[in-house]
């Protein structure tokens, strides 16, 4: 099923989602609704809050961009380890057609549960799979990447936020930004 996205500012989006206790039937359900809702938004990754639930689950699918990827479902992923520096211009589907730069890892090494509950290791993982995997756990921790950027710069983005809100409310189709072709995590 589809899902609609919580667009920022939302108070959802800045709790900090709950360890997931089983990785049971419900959990497998969500996972398939964030893929569908992802692959609808034709978004890279997207994470449990974005749908309003504040489970420690999210979802990446890099793979028609870095050669090598696979879609991947992570449930309770911990960051255990990083290096190094990159600056990456990111998008997110909670934040429609903005993208800007953002200082990230340049490699990491992710631990979580897959679908099936079994422990999986991301290793030393880099590019645009590494973006995500922080940008994703981030949304889990109620951050988003317009809190990577200067104040001045979040208070544009988020007068620009409320008023496609208010245009989407009233009914009104949004044109697309001129971020809308980068990837939204
Ligand atoms: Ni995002």
Not at 25 to 41: G, K, N, P, Q, V
Not at 89 to 100: K, R
Request: proline share 6%.
């Amino acid at each position: 099923m589809v899902h609609e996205i919580l667009i920022w500012p939302d108070p959802r989006l800045k709790e900090k989602a709950r360890p997931v206790p089983a990785v049971d039937t419900a959990i497998r359900a969500l996972i398939d609704d964030l893929f569908e809702t992802m692959y609808a938004a034709e978004g890279v990754g997207l994470a449990a809050p974005q749908v309003g639930v504040l489970s420690r689950v999210l979802v990446i699918d890099a793979s028609p961009r870095q050669e090598g990827q696979t879609p991947i479902a992570l449930v309770n992923p911990v960051l255990v380890a990083s290096r190094g520096e990159i600056v990456w211009s990111e998008g997110c589907l909670s934040v429609p057609g903005e993208a800007e730069d953002v200082k990230r890892a340049e490699f990491v090494t992710v631990r979580a549960l897959d679908r099936d509950g079994r422990p999986i290791e991301i290793s030393d993982a880099s590019g645009l799979i590494a973006v995500a995997l922080q940008h994703e756990i981030d949304h889990l921790d109620g951050t988003l990447f317009v809190d990577h950027l200067s104040t001045l710069k979040r208070e544009v983005i988020r007068r620009r936020m409320k008023r496609l809100k208010q245009e989407r409310a009233e009914g009104k189709t949004a044109p697309e930004g001129d971020a809308g072709a980068r990837p939204a995590l």
